[in-house]
């Protein structure tokens, strides 16, 4: 047999934090005092405080939802709800406060900007602390802003968009965002724009018990494309801390949109995130979504296939260790004919962890000629763990094809025997096979998330076999 | 005349071949252990029926159902058993109907079904695995009309090395509703199960509706699960071939119902269900 490959990788990158300073903070708990003091630190117009205060209230009426996983633990009165760690954002990496930008530079975010990103966004906290969006794109009138200055920079456009396709009454974490949201990315892509590199967003939650409601909203106009990344990570902590983020999605005729998101919080944090996409004629909608962290993920990102043409497309991946429950899956509506969908699940779960895919398919009268497609593969590695698979299909046409498979399984022995018959160890041997079973959705990722995606994976991996 | 002669008629008879028939407020037939039987009776009463089938016991059940009485049964199959029940509910199905097996160890069960919707029904067909058994459900459904129709399946593996297929073909006419919902559960214990369902769905009328649900619960690694799921339409190339050898559009698309149940055919067993399948699928 041969040596074990020892494989330098450690989460230190990510489980380190700074010390909390903060220039301004609201209390712990909500109320509407928190709710204008947020207003009012990021200068916004009347009538985006009136739709949080209307949100408040929703947040206040709605019932905590029963389905799912188990959300009894959060404390919505220990919740710091707003932390501000610098006076302003900046545009140039050596003006970002020196600890804020020490804790980028070891996720490697400038890095990853210089080499091959077309434009970055960092949150620290509730606040984008750096934001640049390269000239050339600039040029051709590309938006891409922190959504704290969205209002007042762009209020035509934010107030046309915001809130039509996640409504505060969604569901309560969709209230509750629009209620205390700060920061997130507004992107607008013009008509006929390709932005050729990706966009990349970072967040990061630096102190416990502090809570981040990020909001994004990209609209793509007619024949646009644009790639947005995200990644996000926390420190570990003892108490817990709440991600409830909302993304809103509109993509115009024509245009293409990929959203591609690797969330690899601590295992203290609750990741409650609505995310929905509305796509019109022809235009084709892809999340790429990556969940190894967190101690719960709530997550189903949805499209709405509203015109002839729109096609959604769905991939992603769930890692559920010891603790955790990765509760996501996907949506999709068809409401218009000739609509296409597809939806790829992966999910791996070891030492007591639970993976669930909970997933929608709906295909109402309108909507002849649709193509729905559904594949969930499961992986547990052991016999303390859980896999669930909840999949429904609405069909109001019957001139539609839809398509559906799941599978559960553990590692296959004999797979494992054959790559150590060629000399790996049964650690190489397990990890080179969740990276083939993975591989779907890697492929999907820039080179440098790929290799990082991989060494995480070995991470959680290690200690797997014996 | 008692509940017991109601559904099984002259149920004496059954006496000789080892089946006790026990009126009350739930009718019970009892299968002596080792022998061989088949019990054929129709809800003509409200009571429930209870069967406990004895070790190693071999009973065929048929089970005549009435839209207009609940259909409650209880399956008890003791160890080494195997037991072949088919629900025919041709005439229609009541607003409630609840069909549960409890298994023993290394004992066999088979739901087959043929149902017919025409109102608003809700119903449960379940089977409680135990070790090295075995638990099947194979069925077709019809729902017609203005129905509201779900059917609930549950197989559950609750100790190692059981084995279980759950296969359901439905079709949906008129401006039917029809609702599907499949659990495969496998408890932490069920180590080395193998177990699978499939729904296949087709909606031949352009108001009809289906939802299908086919969930998995998954407590143990060492297991083969897996399920799919299907709706579609009556394959128009099909549709088309047909017309041009000379069948009419409706003939045609009553041969391709027939094709697209007549694949249950091969998964049923018992030569006597077998026939009374063939029997009512030649009515659809």
């Given at each position: 047999?041969?040596?074990?490959?020892?494989?330098?990788?450690?989460?230190?990158?990510?489980?380190?934090?700074?010390p909390?300073?903060?220039?301004?903070?609201?209390?712990?708990?909500?109320?509407?005092?928190?709710?204008?003091?947020?207003?009012?630190?990021?200068?916004?117009p009347?009538?985006?405080?009136?739709q949080?205060?209307?949100?408040?209230?929703?947040?206040?009426?709605?019932?905590?939802?029963?389905?799912?996983?188990?959300?009894?633990?959060?404390?919505?009165?220990?919740?710091?709800?707003?932390?501000?760690?610098?006076?302003?954002?900046?545009?140039?990496?050596?003006?970002?406060?020196?600890?804020?930008?020490?804790?980028?530079?070891?996720?490697?975010?400038?890095?990853?900007?210089?080499?091959?990103l077309?434009?970055?966004?960092?949150?620290?906290?509730?606040e984008?602390?750096?934001?640049?969006?390269?000239?050339?794109w600039?040029?051709?009138?590309?938006?891409?802003?922190?959504?704290?200055?969205?209002?007042?920079?762009?209020?035509?456009?934010v107030?046309?968009?915001?809130?039509?396709?996640?409504?505060?009454?969604?569901?309560?974490?969709?209230?509750?965002?629009t209620?205390?949201?700060?920061?997130?990315?507004?992107?607008?892509?013009?008509?006929?724009?390709?932005?050729?590199?990706?966009?990349?967003?970072?967040?990061r939650?630096?102190a416990?018990?502090?809570?981040?409601?990020?909001?994004?909203?990209?609209?793509?106009?007619?024949?646009?494309?644009?790639?947005?990344?995200?990644?996000?990570?926390?420190?570990?902590?003892?108490?817990?801390?709440?991600?409830?983020?909302?993304?809103?999605?509109?993509?115009?005729?024509?245009?293409?949109?990929r959203?591609?998101?690797?969330?690899?919080?601590?295992?203290?944090?609750?990741?409650?995130?609505?995310?929905?996409?509305?796509?019109?004629?022809?235009?084709?909608?892809?999340?790429v979504?990556?969940?190894?962290?967190?101690?719960?993920?709530?997550?189903?990102?949805?499209v709405?296939?509203?015109?002839p043409?729109?096609?959604?497309?769905?991939?992603?991946?769930?890692?559920?260790?010891?603790?955790?429950?990765?509760?996501?899956?996907?949506?999709?509506?068809?409401?218009?004919?000739?609509?296409?969908?597809?939806?790829?699940?992966?999910?791996?779960?070891?030492?007591?962890?639970?993976?669930?895919?909970?997933?929608?398919?709906?295909?109402?009268?309108?909507?002849?000629?649709?193509?729905?497609k559904?594949?969930?593969?499961?992986?547990?590695?052991?016999?303390?763990?859980?896999?669930?698979?909840?999949?429904?299909?609405?069909?109001?046409?019957?001139?539609?094809?839809?398509?559906?498979?799941?599978?559960?399984?553990?590692?296959?022995?004999?797979?494992?025997?054959?790559?150590?018959?060629?000399?790996?160890?049964?650690?190489?041997?397990?990890?080179?096979?969740?990276?083939?079973?993975?591989?779907?959705?890697?492929?999907?990722?820039?080179?440098?998330?790929?290799?990082?995606?991989?060494?995480?994976?070995?991470?959680?991996m290690?200690?797997?076999?014996? | 005349?008692?509940?017991?002669?109601?559904?099984?008629g002259?149920?004496?008879?059954?006496?000789?071949?080892?089946?006790?028939?026990?009126?009350?407020?739930?009718?019970?037939?009892a299968?002596?252990?080792?022998?061989?039987?088949?019990?054929?009776?129709?809800?003509?009463?409200?009571?429930?029926?209870?069967?406990?089938?004895?070790?190693?016991?071999?009973?065929?059940?048929?089970?005549?159902?009435?839209?207009?009485?609940?259909?409650?049964?209880?399956?008890v199959?003791?160890?080494?058993?195997?037991?072949?029940?088919f629900?025919n509910?041709?005439?229609?199905?009541?607003?409630?109907?609840?069909?549960?097996?409890?298994?023993?160890?290394?004992?066999?069960?088979h739901?087959?079904?043929?149902?017919?919707?025409?109102?608003?029904?809700?119903?449960?067909i379940s089977?409680n695995?135990?070790?090295?058994?075995?638990?099947?459900?194979?069925?077709?459904?019809?729902s017609?009309?203005?129905?509201?129709?779900?059917?609930?399946?549950?197989?559950?593996?609750?100790?190692?090395?059981?084995?279980?297929?759950?296969?359901?073909?439905?079709?949906?006419?008129?401006?039917?509703?029809?609702?599907?919902?499949?659990?495969?559960?496998?408890a932490?214990?069920?180590?080395?199960?193998?177990?699978y369902?499939?729904?296949?769905g087709?909606?031949?009328?352009?108001?009809?509706?289906?939802?299908?649900?086919?969930?998995?619960?998954?407590?143990?690694?060492?297991?083969?699960?897996?399920?799919?799921?299907?709706v579609?339409?009556?394959?128009?190339?099909?549709?088309?071939?047909?017309?041009?050898?000379?069948?009419?559009?409706?003939?045609?698309?009553?041969?391709?119902?027939?094709?697209?149940?007549?694949?249950?055919?091969?998964?049923?067993?018992p030569?006597?269900?077998?026939?009374?399948?063939s029997?009512?699928?030649?009515?659809?």
């Amino acid at each position: 047999m041969s040596a074990t490959t020892k494989l330098n990788i450690t989460t230190n990158r990510y489980r380190f934090h700074d010390p909390v300073n903060f220039v301004f903070q609201t209390p712990k708990g909500l109320n509407e005092q928190v709710v204008r003091a947020i207003a009012k630190q990021h200068d916004e117009p009347d009538w985006m405080l009136e739709q949080r205060l209307a949100a408040l209230r929703l947040f206040a009426a709605k019932k905590m939802p029963r389905w799912g996983a188990d959300l009894s633990q959060i404390n919505f009165d220990e919740i710091t709800y707003y932390a501000r760690p610098t006076e302003q954002a900046q545009d140039s990496w050596s003006k970002v406060p020196k600890k804020i930008k020490q804790t980028f530079e070891r996720l490697g975010v400038p890095q990853a900007e210089r080499k091959f990103l077309a434009g970055v966004g960092a949150q620290y906290e509730s606040e984008i602390i750096y934001h640049r969006l390269k000239e050339k794109w600039t040029k051709l009138g590309v938006v891409f802003c922190d959504m704290s200055d969205a209002p007042r920079r762009y209020p035509e456009l934010v107030k046309k968009y915001f809130g039509t396709v996640v409504p505060a009454g969604d569901n309560k974490f969709a209230a509750l965002n629009t209620a205390v949201w700060s920061g997130g990315s507004f992107i607008y892509v013009p008509k006929g724009v390709q932005v050729a590199l990706p966009l990349q967003a970072y967040f990061r939650i630096n102190a416990p018990s502090i809570g981040q409601f990020e909001r994004t909203l990209i609209i793509a106009d007619e024949g646009s494309s644009v790639h947005y990344l995200e990644g996000c990570t926390a420190p570990v902590y003892s108490r817990d801390s709440l991600h409830a983020a909302v993304v809103e999605l509109i993509a115009l005729r024509g245009s293409r949109v990929r959203y591609t998101t690797i969330q690899n919080w601590s295992q203290n944090v609750y990741n409650l995130v609505t995310k929905r996409a509305v796509a019109y004629r022809d235009a084709v909608v892809e999340w790429v979504d990556g969940n190894l962290g967190s101690k719960v993920t709530m997550k189903y990102p949805c499209v709405i296939l509203k015109e002839p043409g729109a096609v959604a497309d769905i991939l992603s991946i769930a890692f559920a260790g010891r603790g955790q429950h990765q509760d996501a899956g996907a949506k999709v509506i068809h409401q218009a004919p000739r609509t296409a969908s597809k939806i790829i699940s992966k999910s791996i779960a070891k030492d007591g962890g639970r993976t669930s895919y909970r997933g929608l398919v709906s295909v109402s009268a309108k909507a002849k000629h649709a193509r729905v497609k559904v594949r969930c593969d499961a992986l547990l590695l052991d016999g303390r763990s859980r896999s669930d698979t909840y999949p429904t299909m609405k069909i109001r046409n019957s001139q539609t094809a839809v398509e559906h498979e799941a599978s559960v399984s553990k590692i296959n022995e004999q797979q494992l025997f054959y790559l150590q018959s060629r000399g790996l160890s049964p650690a190489e041997a397990e990890r080179m096979i969740i990276a083939g079973f993975l591989e779907i959705f890697t492929k999907e990722l820039p080179l440098e998330y790929a290799v990082e995606l991989n060494r995480l994976i070995a991470l959680e991996m290690d200690g797997s076999v014996g | 005349m008692d509940a017991r002669q109601k559904m099984f008629g002259d149920y004496r008879q059954l006496k000789a071949a080892g089946v006790q028939v026990t009126g009350g407020a739930r009718v019970t037939v009892a299968v002596a252990a080792n022998r061989t039987a088949v019990i054929c009776f129709k809800r003509t009463a409200k009571n429930p029926v209870v069967f406990e089938i004895g070790r190693n016991a071999r009973v065929t059940i048929t089970d005549d159902c009435s839209p207009t009485l609940p259909a409650l049964s209880d399956v008890v199959a003791g160890p080494g058993s195997a037991v072949d029940y088919f629900i025919n509910a041709q005439t229609g199905l009541p607003a409630a109907f609840c069909y549960q097996a409890e298994l023993s160890a290394e004992s066999s069960f088979h739901w087959y079904f043929w149902l017919r919707s025409h109102a608003s029904s809700d119903g449960v067909i379940s089977i409680n695995q135990a070790e090295r058994s075995s638990g099947s459900i194979f069925g077709g459904l019809v729902s017609d009309e203005q129905s509201e129709f779900t059917l609930r399946l549950t197989n559950n593996h609750r100790a190692k090395h059981s084995r279980g297929v759950m296969d359901v073909k439905a079709i949906g006419r008129g401006s039917a509703r029809l609702t599907i919902d499949g659990l495969i559960r496998v408890a932490s214990r069920a180590a080395f199960t193998d177990s699978y369902l499939t729904q296949d769905g087709v909606l031949v009328s352009p108001a009809a509706e289906i939802r299908m649900v086919p969930n998995l619960e998954i407590s143990n690694n060492e297991v083969k699960a897996s399920h799919s799921a299907t709706v579609g339409q009556l394959d128009e190339h099909a549709i088309h071939y047909l017309t041009c050898r000379g069948l009419t559009p409706a003939v045609a698309r009553r041969l391709l119902v027939k094709g697209f149940f007549g694949r249950l055919l091969e998964k049923i067993e018992p030569p006597m269900i077998k026939t009374e399948f063939s029997r009512l699928l030649a009515d659809v």
